[in-house]
Nanobody
Framework: QVQLVESGGGLVQAGGSLRLSCAASRRTFSYYFMGWFRQAPGKEREFVAAISWSGGSAYYADSVKGRFTISRDNAKNTVYLQMNKLKPEDTAVYYC????????????????WGQGTQVTVSP
């Protein structure tokens, strides 16, 4: 079992930045491929970004490429999502997810999920 706790959400104006964090409970954090997903009101959950076990590979949705950066610190059991140049359409609840070997952008392949953190971007 892995428990995930997200933090760092909030209200920001368009063009601003936020950094989300996701702390994991397991010491074997490096065994887990990590992903960020988001869900806006009335919409399905969608892939945002993912990072491989060692952090050597990162994957992004086209909608966030060039604006968001995913990273991880295995010594701190934490994955981050740096979000720059935020847009109102980035408003959503952001979820951290973990799995030992998921399909990086498919939410149904991740076994462990955090409770989510709200990100609201005002025009």
């Amino acid at each position: 079992q892995v428990q995930l706790v997200e933090s760092g959400g909030g209200l920001v104006q368009a063009g601003g930045s936020l950094r989300l964090s996701c702390a994991a409970s397991r010491r074997t954090f490096s065994y887990y491929f990590m992903g960020w997903f988001r869900q806006a009101p009335g919409k399905e959950r969608e892939f945002v970004a993912a990072i491989s076990w060692s952090g050597g590979s990162a994957y992004y949705a086209d909608s966030v490429k060039g604006r968001f950066t995913i990273s991880r610190d295995n010594a701190k059991n934490t994955v981050y999502l740096q979000m720059n140049k935020l847009k109102p359409e980035d408003t959503a609840v952001y979820y951290c997810a973990a799995d030992e070997d998921p399909d990086s952008d498919s939410d149904y392949t991740y076994d462990y999920w955090g409770q989510g953190t709200q990100v609201t971007v005002s025009p």
